[in-house]
C-alpha cells in the first residue's frame, strides 16, 4: 500500500541523492574543464551532448509508460515490462545506427568522431538503466535508484580524478562515464532480479504494441521538443564555430542549468497538492500556485544578480582566466534563472491539472522558435547569440505556459506585489556585491548578500518567517 509516509521517504531519499549528485557532478566538471582547456572541454561536452540529443529515441516516452502502468497494477505491470523491453531493444538498435551514421557522414574527419561512438555506447547503457530504475519506481520505490545515482557519482568522482592525474585525454576521460554507466546498469539489473523477482523476456504482442504506442506519442513527443531544444544550440555552435565555442558555452550552460535541482525539489513538494486542490478546493489552489510563483522568484532573483555580479571572479578563479570569454554568455544564460525556475511550478501545474497536451504544445512552439533563433544569431554573434536564444526561449516558454495557468486560476495582480520588493532588494544586494568584490574575498560577498538580501525581504515585508519555514520544508521533504 502506497502511504504518505512512504511517498515522503521516496521523495526525500531520492531529492538528498539528486541534490548530492548536482553538487559532485559541477565540482567535477569545474576539474575537468581545467583540465582539459577549452578546445578539450568542448569536444567532451559536444560529444555527450551529440548523443544525448538523440538518447530520447531510444526511450521514444517508453519509461513514463512503464512507470505509470506499473503503478497501477504492479502484478500486471510484468507483462509491460517485458513488452516494453522488447520495444526498446528495436529502438535501442536503431537509434545507435541513426548516431553512428549521422557521425559518420558529419564528422568523418573530425576528432569527435571516436568520441561520439563511446558516448553512444555509454547512452544506450543508461536507457536500459533508466528503464530498468523506471520499473523499480512503478513499485514506489525511490530508494534504490538513489543509491545508484550516488554510486555512479562517486565512480565518476574517484576514477576521474585519479586518471586526471595521469592523461588530459578527452577519450580516456569520457570512459569514465562508461564505467560509471556501466555499474550502475548492473546494479539496477541485480535489484530487479533479487529484490523484486523479475524475469527477462522477450514479448511481441501486436495488439499491445499499437496500444502502448497509443499512449506512448505524447510523452515521445513532449521529449523529443525538450531535447532538441537543450541541446540543437550546442550542435549549431559546433558546426558554425567549432570546438573552442562550444568549449566556452559548455562552462555558462553547466552553471546555469546545473540549479534545476532547486526547483525540482521545491515542484517535488507543491505537486501532490495542485493535483489534489483542483479537484476539490480552487482556492486553495489559487493560493498554492501564488505561493508557488512567489518562492521560487524570491529564490531565483538573489541567484541571477549574485551570479551577474560575481560572474568574472566565478569563471576566472573556478575554471582559470583560459575561460574569460564564458563570462558574457553565462550573464546572459543566468538572467533566464528566475523564469526557468518559475516555469518548473507552471509546467507542474498545468501537468496536475490535466493539460499536459498544452505543455507538450508549448514546448514544440519554443522549439521551433530555438533552433529558428540559433540559426541566425549564432553565426552573427557567437557564443553570446546561443545564450540569447536560450534565455529569450525560456522567456517565451514561461510565458506561454503562464498564460494557460492563468486561464484556469484568476490571479489579482496586487497577489505578485511582493514580487516587486524581491526584485529591488535583489538589486540592492547585487550593488552591495559589485561592491564589496573589490575589497574582500569574492566567496565571502556571496554569504554578505545572502543574508542582506533575507534581511532587506523581511524588513520590507515581502517574505515572513513563515514563508522561509515553508519553502525550508519544500526541500526537506515531500507534503
Same mark, same amino acid.
Given at each position: 500500500m502506497v502511504t504518505a509516509k512512504r511517498i515522503t521517504a521516496n521523495t526525500s531519499s531520492f531529492m538528498v541523492a539528486l541534490v548530492i549528485q548536482k553538487l559532485f557532478s559541477f565540482i567535477y566538471f569545474t576539474i575537468l574543464a581545467r583540465t582539459l582547456g577549452v578546445e578539450g572541454t568542448g569536444q567532451y561536452f559536444f560529444a555527450i551532448s551529440f548523443a544525448t540529443m538523440f538518447s530520447v529515441l531510444m526511450d521514444v516516452g517508453l519509461t513514463p509508460v512503464l512507470i505509470r502502468e506499473v503503478a497501477k497494477d504492479q502484478a500486471g505491470g510484468i507483462k509491460w515490462f517485458n513488452q516494453i523491453f522488447t520495444l526498446k531493444l528495436f529502438t535501442i538498435f536503431a537509434t545507435t545506427l541513426i548516431i553512428f551514421g549521422l557521425d559518420s557522414l558529419i564528422f568523418w574527419s573530425d576528432a569527435v568522431r571516436n568520441l561520439i561512438y563511446l558516448t553512444t555506447a555509454i547512452v544506450l547503457i543508461d536507457s536500459f538503466t533508466l528503464l530498468f530504475y523506471g520499473y523499480i519506481r512503478g513499485r514506489q520505490s525511490l530508494k534504490f535508484e538513489a543509491w545508484g545515482t550516488i554510486l555512479f557519482q562517486t565512480i565518476v568522482m574517484v576514477m576521474g580524478l585519479s586518471l586526471m592525474q595521469m592523461t588530459n585525454s578527452v577519450f580516456i576521460l569520457l570512459t569514465v562515464l562508461f564505467v560509471a554507466s556501466l555499474f550502475n546498469l548492473i546494479f539496477s539489473f541485480i535489484i530487479l532480479k533479487k529484490k523484486f523477482k523479475l524475469k527477462f523476456k522477450v514479448y511481441l504482442d501486436k495488439a499491445f504494441i499499437k496500444k502502448i504506442i497509443a499512449i506512448t506519442l505524447p510523452f515521445a513527443l513532449a521529449a523529443i521538443f525538450a531535447k532538441l531544444y537543450a541541446y540543437m544550440d550546442t550542435f549549431l555552435l559546433k558546426m558554425f564555430l567549432g570546438d573552442e565555442p562550444v568549449g566556452f558555452y559548455s562552462i555558462a550552460y553547466k552553471i546555469t542549468f546545473s540549479l534545476q535541482f532547486i526547483p525540482l525539489a521545491f515542484v517535488a513538494a507543491l505537486y501532490p497538492a495542485f493535483s489534489s486542490y483542483f479537484k476539490d478546493n480552487y482556492e486553495r489552489l489559487q493560493r498554492t500556485f501564488i505561493k508557488a510563483f512567489n518562492y521560487l522568484s524570491f529564490i531565483a532573483l538573489p541567484i541571477t544578480f549574485g551570479i551577474i555580479a560575481l560572474a568574472p571572479e566565478i569563471v576566472d578563479k573556478l575554471y582559470t582566466e583560459e575561460f574569460s570569454f564564458s563570462i558574457f554568455p553565462l550573464q546572459i544564460l543566468?538572467?533566464?534563472?528566475?523564469?526557468?525556475?518559475?516555469?518548473?511550478?507552471?509546467?507542474?501545474?498545468?501537468?496536475? &491539472?490535466?493539460?499536459?497536451?498544452?505543455? &507538450?504544445?508549448?514546448?514544440?512552439?519554443?522549439?521551433?522558435?530555438?533552433?529558428?533563433?540559433?540559426?541566425?544569431?549564432?553565426?552573427?554573434?557567437?557564443?553570446?547569440?546561443?545564450?540569447?536564444?536560450?534565455?529569450?526561449? &525560456?522567456?517565451?516558454?514561461?510565458?506561454l505556459n503562464l498564460s494557460a495557468v492563468l486561464r484556469v486560476v484568476k490571479i489579482k495582480i496586487k497577489s505578485f506585489g511582493p514580487l516587486l520588493l524581491s526584485l529591488l532588494s535583489a538589486i540592492l544586494m547585487f550593488l552591495l556585491v559589485w561592491y564589496l568584490k573589490s575589497i574582500i574575498a569574492w566567496y565571502l560577498t556571496i554569504v554578505i548578500g545572502m543574508f542582506v538580501y533575507v534581511i532587506l525581504m523581511l524588513i520590507s515585508g515581502a517574505i515572513k518567517k513563515k514563508d522561509l519555514m515553508f519553502i525550508f520544508r519544500s526541500f526537506s521533504k515531500s507534503e
Amino acid at each position: 500500500m502506497v502511504t504518505a509516509k512512504r511517498i515522503t521517504a521516496n521523495t526525500s531519499s531520492f531529492m538528498v541523492a539528486l541534490v548530492i549528485q548536482k553538487l559532485f557532478s559541477f565540482i567535477y566538471f569545474t576539474i575537468l574543464a581545467r583540465t582539459l582547456g577549452v578546445e578539450g572541454t568542448g569536444q567532451y561536452f559536444f560529444a555527450i551532448s551529440f548523443a544525448t540529443m538523440f538518447s530520447v529515441l531510444m526511450d521514444v516516452g517508453l519509461t513514463p509508460v512503464l512507470i505509470r502502468e506499473v503503478a497501477k497494477d504492479q502484478a500486471g505491470g510484468i507483462k509491460w515490462f517485458n513488452q516494453i523491453f522488447t520495444l526498446k531493444l528495436f529502438t535501442i538498435f536503431a537509434t545507435t545506427l541513426i548516431i553512428f551514421g549521422l557521425d559518420s557522414l558529419i564528422f568523418w574527419s573530425d576528432a569527435v568522431r571516436n568520441l561520439i561512438y563511446l558516448t553512444t555506447a555509454i547512452v544506450l547503457i543508461d536507457s536500459f538503466t533508466l528503464l530498468f530504475y523506471g520499473y523499480i519506481r512503478g513499485r514506489q520505490s525511490l530508494k534504490f535508484e538513489a543509491w545508484g545515482t550516488i554510486l555512479f557519482q562517486t565512480i565518476v568522482m574517484v576514477m576521474g580524478l585519479s586518471l586526471m592525474q595521469m592523461t588530459n585525454s578527452v577519450f580516456i576521460l569520457l570512459t569514465v562515464l562508461f564505467v560509471a554507466s556501466l555499474f550502475n546498469l548492473i546494479f539496477s539489473f541485480i535489484i530487479l532480479k533479487k529484490k523484486f523477482k523479475l524475469k527477462f523476456k522477450v514479448y511481441l504482442d501486436k495488439a499491445f504494441i499499437k496500444k502502448i504506442i497509443a499512449i506512448t506519442l505524447p510523452f515521445a513527443l513532449a521529449a523529443i521538443f525538450a531535447k532538441l531544444y537543450a541541446y540543437m544550440d550546442t550542435f549549431l555552435l559546433k558546426m558554425f564555430l567549432g570546438d573552442e565555442p562550444v568549449g566556452f558555452y559548455s562552462i555558462a550552460y553547466k552553471i546555469t542549468f546545473s540549479l534545476q535541482f532547486i526547483p525540482l525539489a521545491f515542484v517535488a513538494a507543491l505537486y501532490p497538492a495542485f493535483s489534489s486542490y483542483f479537484k476539490d478546493n480552487y482556492e486553495r489552489l489559487q493560493r498554492t500556485f501564488i505561493k508557488a510563483f512567489n518562492y521560487l522568484s524570491f529564490i531565483a532573483l538573489p541567484i541571477t544578480f549574485g551570479i551577474i555580479a560575481l560572474a568574472p571572479e566565478i569563471v576566472d578563479k573556478l575554471y582559470t582566466e583560459e575561460f574569460s570569454f564564458s563570462i558574457f554568455p553565462l550573464q546572459i544564460l543566468i538572467a533566464s534563472i528566475p523564469f526557468l525556475f518559475v516555469n518548473f511550478s507552471l509546467s507542474s501545474f498545468l501537468n496536475a &491539472t490535466n493539460r499536459q497536451k498544452i505543455n &507538450t504544445r508549448n514546448l514544440g512552439i519554443v522549439m521551433v522558435l530555438n533552433i529558428t533563433m540559433n540559426l541566425i544569431f549564432i553565426p552573427w554573434l557567437g557564443i553570446w547569440g546561443a545564450s540569447l536564444a536560450s534565455s529569450l526561449s &525560456t522567456l517565451l516558454l514561461f510565458a506561454l505556459n503562464l498564460s494557460a495557468v492563468l486561464r484556469v486560476v484568476k490571479i489579482k495582480i496586487k497577489s505578485f506585489g511582493p514580487l516587486l520588493l524581491s526584485l529591488l532588494s535583489a538589486i540592492l544586494m547585487f550593488l552591495l556585491v559589485w561592491y564589496l568584490k573589490s575589497i574582500i574575498a569574492w566567496y565571502l560577498t556571496i554569504v554578505i548578500g545572502m543574508f542582506v538580501y533575507v534581511i532587506l525581504m523581511l524588513i520590507s515585508g515581502a517574505i515572513k518567517k513563515k514563508d522561509l519555514m515553508f519553502i525550508f520544508r519544500s526541500f526537506s521533504k515531500s507534503e
